[in-house]
């Protein structure tokens, strides 16, 4: 069998990330299976597999539950007060002694919570949605000051090149199948596209990818891990409420839909995306009304955070995935990762008898 490592694009400057061992976290660099992948050892991961930094829809526990398993768990910051950040990495901390991120907006970016995160030396910063006219060389400066490894997520391979000529070590290619903001690229041919255009840096691939067989293609594409938002939604560490998470479970994958509702509803700017939802009565109801939308924004803001918090399904917003139709289980983060990358070799077991000779 070969070592899916022996053919993707090797690092040439691996910088493995450190952590304090604590608790069970044991070595670094634990046993490997077929996936590991160059960015494994400089992330100091066991599995290419990383929860994508998801704001409120990430919680400690969640994030610790991922970096234990032997992936990377990020912590969404987005509109985090700068007074939590210290007591959520320390509950991270607390967690595990494995690596882990943290996830801004960097056109929502609060550079209080910003400075207060990076006091607390996050082995890895992720960043996502600049605003064409931000300084990403600043923002990056800045983590790499603190230590971190920087990670940038974008649908755009242009964008992916100015991150990387300002600093990141590590793209993520997020394809609109994703759940969430997203871009109008497709998955498939995103990654390649992106692994062409900033090459020998490594590439995640994100969006649709829910367990094994998408870790598997995104490997074959080139990619050296994959990045995961919705799989993780449906777990018990997850904050979502029950019936938000029956929601994704109840999903054929085909109930999605990409829409400026929620932002328009909310009054949000978000640079050049749209969210990827469950079509709920909510979103057809507002489809096609944006002006109506805009003239209702702060009842529309109360009657989101509202159901959110009763868990209305049909009146709520529910950010997911296509891959939401593979997605038939609520179970612990730390045996999603253990799954995919069981699944993944299983399958890489299966497609080596394929080959030539
Ligand atoms: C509920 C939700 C919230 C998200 N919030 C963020 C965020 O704050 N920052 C970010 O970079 N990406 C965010 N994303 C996108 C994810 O990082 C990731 O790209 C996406 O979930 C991958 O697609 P998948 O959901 O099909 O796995 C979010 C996704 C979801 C589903």
């Given amino acids: 069998m070969r070592r899916f490592d022996s053919i993707v694009a090797h690092d040439p400057s691996p910088r493995p990330l450190t952590a304090k061992k604590r608790g069970s976290a044991g070595t670094l660099y634990p046993k490997v299976g077929m996936i590991k992948t160059p960015l494994c050892d400089r992330l100091g991961i066991e599995y290419p597999i990383v929860l994508g930094g998801m704001g409120s829809g990430t919680t400690p526990e969640l994030v610790s539950a991922v970096s234990e398993a032997g992936g990377l768990g990020t912590l969404g910051m987005n509109a985090r007060a700068a007074e939590d950040a210290a007591p959520l990495m320390a509950k991270v901390r607390q967690g595990t002694g494995k690596p882990f991120g943290v996830n801004f907006l960097l056109f929502n970016l609060d550079e209080a919570a910003f400075a207060a995160t990076l006091a607390e030396r ?15 060389r600043e923002y990056f400066q800045r983590a790499h000051d603190a230590g971190a490894l920087v990670m940038y997520q974008t649908g755009s391979v242009p964008e992916a090149r100015v991150a990387l000529e300002a600093g990141a070590e590590v793209l993520i290619a997020q394809g609109s199948e ?12 995103l990654v390649p596209m992106m692994v062409d255009a900033v090459s020998p840096a490594p590439v995640l691939a994100a969006g649709g990818i829910a367990d094994g067989r998408g870790l598997v293609a995104a490997l074959a594409l080139g ?28 999903s054929d994958g085909h109930n999605t839909e990409l829409t400026n509702i929620p932002d328009i509803g909310r009054g949000q700017l978000w640079p050049g995306a749209m969210a990827r939802v469950i079509r709920n009565r909510f979103i057809r109801r507002w489809s096609g009304q944006d002006s109506a939308l805009r003239a209702a924004q702060a009842e529309i803001t109360r009657s ?15 950010m997911a995935g296509q891959d939401a139709g593979l997605i038939h289980d609520i179970v612990p983060a730390g045996e999603i990762v253990r799954r995919i990358a069981g699944e993944a070799e299983k399958v890489l077991s299966g497609l080596s008898g394929m080959g030539p000779g």
């Fill in 122 to 136: 996050p082995p890895v910063v992720a960043f996502a949605w600049a605003k064409p006219e931000q300084n990403l």
């Fill in 223 to 250: 990619a050296q891990g994959v990045l995961l938002g919705t799989r993780f939604l449906a777990t018990p560490e997850s904050p979502l409420h029950e019936n938000f998470k029956a929601a994704i479970l109840a």
């Fill in 304 to 318: 989101l955070a509202e159901a959110r918090k009763s868990g209305d399904v049909e009146e709520g917003l529910l």
């Fill in 178 to 189: 994703g759940g969430g903001h997203v871009g109008l690229m497709g998955t498939l041919p």
